[in-house]
């Protein structure tokens, strides 16, 4: 099954309940933020089409956004604590287990990038998988891993809002200039 079958019942449903939207935002990116599921859930692709839909339907920008953003962090902070709590028993954990190249290329991203290493793996699946819950075995400090956490969750959820909507804006005058 491709990306599509799971991304468009989902704004479908948006689309008529838009209450719906942030609280169905911060469990996709809670979800996806998570190291044992975050291989399964598409919600960039979600974010990417919600922002589509924002100028088109109404929705307001600003839950959404708060919505994803924390609910991304929120799943780093889980993934940290874990990682913190279990330690190297982590690399024995389906679904780590079944992906043994994640953790040394989460740790070695560590290693190279430091707090940054948080930043930049937000923006990559298969590093968003790894480095929180490797950031927590290897005990980065806690206030030096939310720091970027967060603020990287805000701005990746709003990188990817911002792609949807500016992609649709586009769109829509490409549409108007030629018809």
Not at 70 to 97: F, N, T
Not at 135 to 150: E, L, T
Not at 152 to 173: C, N, P, R, Y
């Amino acid at each position: 099954m491709d990306l599509d079958h799971y991304v468009q019942p989902i704004i479908e449903y948006v689309r008529l309940h838009q209450a719906w939207a942030a609280p169905i935002v911060f469990a996709l990116c809670f979800a996806e933020s998570l190291a044992f599921i975050s291989l399964l859930i598409p919600a960039w692709g979600v974010l990417v089409a919600l922002g589509a839909l924002i100028s088109a339907s109404g929705l307001n920008f600003w839950p959404i956004l708060v919505a994803g953003a924390v609910g991304a962090a929120l799943g780093d902070w889980l993934s940290y604590w874990v990682g913190l709590k279990l330690e190297g028993r982590v690399y024995h954990m389906w679904p780590l287990s079944q992906h043994p190249n994640l953790i040394p290329a989460g740790e070695d991203f560590i290693k190279k990038w430091g707090a940054a290493a948080i930043f930049i793996a937000r923006f990559s699946g298969p590093l968003r998988a790894s480095v929180p819950i490797v950031a927590g075995v290897f005990a980065m400090p806690y206030w030096r891993f939310q720091i970027a956490n967060f603020s990287s969750a805000f701005i990746w959820a709003a990188v990817l809002l911002s792609l949807g909507d500016v992609t649709s804006m586009m769109v829509k005058w490409v549409v108007d200039k030629i018809g």
